[in-house]
């Protein structure tokens, strides 16, 4: 089945430990997202990428780190330096605008970090 | 810069009403997608409908309908007849020519039965 699988569902750390959160795409979509959502929030844009090997901060990047060395893998990383890392991440990914249809992001179902 | 405004935080109307979920976009982009999204209670993201820039016709998916007016970057989401299954966080979301993804903060939908 074709989809986009984040793992683990829910992670624990303890503060001051950095966490990587996995992302992969059977899709072949070249376009992959993150995003964090907090409780009663809307989703704001942590990075971007819209080609391997290449990446952009979105709109909250301070304190996450990403790679793209596969097209089906865009995994982020949560440092120490990101001052309130408990809330819910998700990852997405899509076609780009070269296609002018099926231009629409496909979720995963998203980790819940809790930094205790 | 991108932006994505749903002014309407909580909505609550009763089972069988009418509810329309405003969404204004901001862009300097010509070309650009607009997308409406649901989050149930489970959390992950539903697609629902995308639109591009150069397509303002409106469209109407059983009870759901979307208007699109660039005249006023306006893209609104229409439920007609609400059920208690549409009870979810709807979010809208702006595309545009280097492929950031921005969504608006999401208007949370209750029907009452």
């Known amino acids: 089945d074709g989809g986009i699988t984040q793992s683990p569902k829910y992670l624990f750390r303890k503060e001051g430990q950095n966490v990587t959160l996995s992302c992969e795409q059977n899709?072949?979509?070249?376009?992959m997202y993150w995003y964090r959502q907090d409780p009663g929030q809307g989703l704001r844009l942590i990075y971007y990428?819209?080609?391997?090997?290449?990446?952009q901060k979105g709109d909250i990047a301070e304190g996450y780190s990403v790679s793209r060395e596969k097209k089906e893998s865009f995994p982020l990383t949560v440092t120490s330096a990101q001052k309130n890392p408990t809330a819910f991440y998700l990852c997405?990914?899509?076609?780009?605008?070269?296609?002018?249809?099926?231009?629409?992001?496909?979720f995963g179902q998203g980790t819940r970090l809790t930094v205790v | 810069a991108q932006k994505v405004t749903q002014a309407q935080t909580e909505i609550s109307v009763v089972e069988k009403e009418d509810v329309t979920l405003d969404c204004v976009y901001e862009?300097?982009?010509?070309?650009?997608?607009l997308f409406w999204y649901k989050q149930p209670p489970s959390g992950e993201l539903v697609f629902l409908i995308r639109?591009?820039?150069?397509?303002?016709q409106n469209e109407i998916s059983g009870r759901y309908s979307w208007n699109f007016q660039k005249s006023t970057s306006s893209f609104n989401f229409t439920i007609t007849a609400s059920q208690v299954v549409d009870s979810a966080v709807y979010f809208c979301?702006?595309?545009?020519?280097?492929?950031?993804?921005?969504f608006g903060t999401g208007t949370r939908l209750t029907i009452i039965p």
């Open positions: 997405a990914s899509s076609m780009t605008q070269g296609f002018r249809e099926n231009t629409e992001a496909f």
């Open positions: 899709l072949n979509h070249d376009a």
């Open positions: 990428s819209q080609i391997v090997n290449d990446f």
């Open positions: 862009t300097r982009d010509t070309t650009y997608y």
């Open positions: 639109r591009n820039s150069f397509d303002e």
């Open positions: 979301a702006l595309k545009t020519g280097n492929e950031k993804l921005t």
